[in-house]
DNA sequence: CTAGGGTTAG
């Protein structure tokens, strides 16, 4: 019933607003300011659009109190802070002077401000009025101190029911249990909006059973009793409840308003839940639901986590000019969920007032679609225009740095955030887990990992896979004993980095058992048991593993089973897996170049040439990915044969000297190893570029003596490599960290971390 | 005229 009063209320209301609008323009009334405050009042009620308020309220010559009182409450409604300190300010420039009915509006605009205002309203001697007094103890409950509001509320002589809510409000705010409940069982006329205020503290404490007892002895509910603990469900992750509650809420006969849409819209995003937010979308149509601004944004975010992106840009266009910062936000991250990266960077650069929220959007849109240079050169630039990066951006920040190799800048990240005072958590500490063990820090990525008071899953798995990397196999088996201990339940990633860190570790047995122990093991965890059998010479079993496998082996199984067959010479079992691999991905260079490599290895030339032909024909091109260099915080670009960089010449020449080097220290120099010999030729390529990269990073350590290089990214190590890094490293008498595709290899004075090498 | 509920980023 109220709800068709409301709707009736409001189409009467709009009608009058445009018979008022039309008359006034008529009786040239426009500049009168007892009528354009009515108007604009009338457009806060209907939230007219805030380019027409503007208009109308441009059109007063000299507005008096009543008009900056109602435009002043229209841009506090719409939640736009800066109009309404730009108002205030122009309201001083008039000479009007502020009433008791403003400084409310006013204190409520900003968290900034609010003691400013507190002052102004001392001076002014509006203090002691009930409302000003009752939003100045609002203020300080949400913003604190919590000490203040509390003072001023044991001044008031007559607490009225609006004071001990605010009060109970800002306890709740500050985490203060205790005081809440004995406020509000000391409280003499409770009325909705206390038990309601008590129904949020307890949903925020994720205290559920209690936010639920008392919702079930509210005397009385309000829909935004409803909501608050629809919301408190829905944001504990119970959504079975908030469609129960939903439904109650619905044969209760209460009318579900904006907000009960939105979170309940909002569910379903989090959840991805597209049959529900369907049968959502059908029940707002039949009942001809008109959504706002927030509902129609929650709803975009809806359809795009639901994977309907073209339905989230219709309502996105639609919404013209209602839309908010919000909603661009929600479609920047959309497109940048998809890696549409383009369409994302497009409304980025259009967004009119962007907040760190527009940033955090599109560093992460860029950070996860494997664009980490350009993420950091955002961070940049925000850093440059003055914004200040809070804990979500550092993550995005701090995980590209790992993708990168980028220690030296993630150890300026890092710096950055005590500077700051930016504190992280959980998803903020593992980030930087992973960032130090991928620039192969293990140390300071355990002491990341012990420093937490709380670990998740991704913790463990990102130290494991960390540990696996670097070949460090009884520390990744131990986390897993130790999460087992600490009740975190292992997921299919935390198995594959002890399969890998086993095989790397050449623990076979342990490896063994813990596969054994799997319970549901996919195509991942048999690919990493085929490269542990492999490596340790069991290509046998390994066929026979994959032969027991119930699902299809992906390429990834056969790719163990051929680096392998490599490794220990097996042309028959080398043969078994290419034939395989080349139905599976026959765009992939890398397998004809493996199975090339074994048959050269037995000197089959004549096969090796059939291969090439095989590549000529099938139209297979070898990929050559980039590499990147971190030299003093800056990262480098190469690709085999590259001359772009612009110390190509310095490079080359101690490129070559440093060959002569070694021929003279008594090593044949492997022509590979240097830049300025990489030739396209035999089986030379993959070896060659890999050098390549080694060979950029010697010249620039150096060219650079005192900088520290850390080579990242599609590098695997032959053993002449090897012999070339034993002697650089030698000569520098320093310590270099190289990370190939699977691991880390540590060389000082000669030695190498890594037992074996391929 | 106060006080209680809502959308976006990891």
């Given at each position: 019933m109220s709800h068709l009063h409301t709707a009736a209320l409001k189409a009467a209301k709009l009608n009058h607003l445009k018979q008022l609008h039309a008359q006034l323009f008529q009786h040239s009334l426009c500049s009168d300011n007892y009528w354009v405050a009515q108007l604009i009042k009338l457009c806060t009620l209907?939230?007219?659009?805030?380019?027409?308020?503007?208009?109308?309220?441009?059109?007063?010559?000299?507005?008096?109190?009543?008009?900056?009182?109602?435009?002043?409450?229209?841009?506090?409604?719409?939640?736009?802070?800066?109009?309404?300190?730009?108002?205030?300010?122009?309201?001083?420039?008039?000479?009007?002077?502020?009433?008791?009915?403003?400084?409310?509006?006013?204190?409520k605009a900003s968290r900034k401000w609010g003691i400013v205002f507190h002052a102004h309203c001392i001076k002014m001697g509006h203090d002691w009025d009930r409302f000003v007094r009752n939003a100045i103890m609002d203020m300080y409950g949400k913003f604190g101190p919590l000490e203040i509001a509390r003072e001023l509320f044991d001044e008031i002589p007559e607490r009225a029911v609006a004071d001990w809510n605010a009060m109970i409000s800002g306890c709740w705010n500050w985490g203060n249990e205790v005081e809440a409940r004995s406020l509000?069982?000391?409280?003499?006329?409770?009325?909705?909006?206390?038990?309601?205020?008590?129904?949020?503290?307890?949903?925020?404490?994720?205290?559920?059973?209690?936010?639920?007892?008392?919702?079930?002895?509210?005397?009385?509910?309000?829909?935004?009793?409803?909501?608050?603990?629809?919301?408190?469900?829905?944001?504990?992750?119970?959504?079975?409840?908030?469609?129960?509650?939903?439904?109650?809420?619905?044969?209760?006969?209460v009318c579900p308003d904006e907000t009960t849409w939105v979170t309940v819209i909002s569910l379903c995003s989090s959840h991805g839940d597209a049959s529900l937010a369907e049968g959502l979308v059908k029940m707002i149509n039949d009942k001809g639901v008109r959504l706002n601004c927030f509902a129609k944004?929650?709803?975009?975010?809806?359809?795009?986590?639901?994977?309907?992106?073209?339905?989230?840009?219709?309502?996105?266009?639609?919404?013209?000019?209602?839309?908010?910062?919000?909603?661009?936000?929600?479609?920047?991250?959309?497109?940048?969920?998809?890696?549409?990266?383009?369409?994302?960077?497009?409304?980025?650069?259009?967004?009119?007032?962007?907040?760190?929220?527009?940033?955090?959007?599109?560093?992460?849109?860029?950070?996860?679609?494997?664009?980490?240079?350009?993420?950091?050169?955002?961070?940049?630039?925000m850093i440059a225009k003055d914004v200040l990066p809070d804990e979500v951006t550092m993550v995005s920040v701090i995980s590209a740095c790992g993708h990168l190799g980028a220690l030296e800048f993630g150890s300026w990240a890092v710096n950055f955030l005590e500077k700051h005072q930016i504190k992280l958590s959980i998803s903020g500490d593992n980030a930087l887990i992973f960032m130090y063990s991928k620039c192969g820090n293990m140390k300071d990525a355990e002491k990341v990992f012990q420093s937490m008071d709380a670990r998740d899953v991704i913790s463990y798995n990102t130290l494991i896979t960390g540990f696996a990397a670097y070949g460090n196999a009884i520390e990744a088996v131990e986390l897993l004993w130790k999460m087992k201990k600490e009740n975190i339940e292992p997921d299919r990633i935390t198995y594959i980095g002890v399969l890998t860190a086993c095989s790397h570790g050449g623990l076979l047995e342990e490896g063994q058992r813990i596969f054994d122990s799997i319970k549901d093991p996919d195509s991942d965890h048999y690919a990493c048991m085929v490269d542990l059998l492999g490596r340790n010479g069991k290509l046998d079993e390994a066929k026979c593993l994959i032969g027991s496998m119930a699902m299809h082996p992906h390429a990834g199984v056969y790719g163990s089973l051929l680096?392998?067959?490599?490794?220990?010479?097996?042309?028959?079992?080398?043969?078994?897996?290419?034939?395989?691999?080349?139905?599976?991905?026959?765009?992939?260079?890398?397998?004809?170049?493996?199975?090339?490599?074994?048959?050269?290895?037995?000197?089959?030339w004549e096969d090796v040439d059939r291969l090439r032909g095989l590549m000529t024909v099938g139209g297979v091109k070898k990929t050559t990915g980039w590499s990147w260099i971190e030299h003093e915080g800056e990262m480098h670009k190469f690709i085999v044969g590259d001359r772009s960089h612009e110390r190509s010449a310095d490079i080359h020449r101690v490129l070559s000297e440093t060959e002569k080097k070694?021929?003279?220290?008594?090593?044949?120099?492997?022509?590979?190893?240097?830049?300025?010999?990489?030739?396209?030729?035999?089986?030379?390529?993959?070896?060659?570029?890999h050098s390549e990269k080694l060979a950029v990073a010697f010249?620039?350590?150096?060219?650079?003596?005192?900088s520290v290089i850390r080579v990242v990214k599609n590098l695997r190590i032959c053993r002449d490599c090897h012999t070339a890094i034993k002697i650089i490293s030698k000569m520098e008498g320093r310590e270099i960290i190289v990370r190939d595709n699977n691991r880390f290899h540590c060389f000082s004075e000669g030695q190498c971390s890594c037992k074996d090498y391929w």
């Open positions: 209907l939230h007219a659009p805030p380019t027409y308020v503007s208009r109308v309220f441009d059109s007063v010559h000299q507005p008096n109190v009543f008009v900056f009182t109602n435009i002043l409450k229209f841009y506090s409604q719409l939640g736009a802070h800066s109009d309404v300190l730009y108002l205030f300010d122009k309201m001083q420039k008039c000479n009007v002077a502020p009433d008791a009915f403003v400084y409310p509006i006013l204190i509000f069982d000391l409280m003499p006329d409770k009325n909705v909006v206390t038990w309601t205020a008590m129904v949020t503290g307890y949903s925020r404490r994720k205290d559920l059973e209690n936010a639920r007892k008392y919702f079930d002895q509210m005397p009385e509910r309000s829909v935004v009793s409803w909501n608050a603990m629809l919301s408190g469900y829905a944001q504990n992750g119970c959504a079975e409840e908030v469609i129960r509650l939903f439904n109650e809420m619905m044969s209760c006969g944004t929650a709803l975009l975010d809806m359809y795009a986590k639901c994977g309907n992106l073209a339905m989230s840009r219709k309502i996105f266009d639609e919404l013209g000019t209602y839309k908010n910062l919000v909603t661009w936000n929600a479609m920047i991250s959309a497109y940048a969920r998809v890696g549409d990266l383009a369409s994302a960077r497009g409304l980025f650069d259009k967004v009119p007032e962007k907040n760190i929220i527009s940033w955090n959007s599109i560093i992460a849109g860029y950070a996860q679609n494997g664009q980490s240079k350009v993420a950091i050169d955002l961070f940049k630039d680096h392998a067959s490599r490794v220990h010479k097996r042309i028959d079992l080398g043969e078994f897996a290419a034939s395989k691999l080349f139905e599976i991905e026959p765009e992939n260079s890398g397998n004809y170049v493996l199975l090339s490599n074994i048959y050269a290895s037995a000197r089959r070694m021929r003279l220290a008594g090593y044949v120099a492997d022509k590979s190893c240097v830049l300025k010999d990489v030739e396209e030729e035999e089986m030379e390529e993959m070896v060659g570029t010249a620039l350590l150096v060219t650079e003596p005192h």
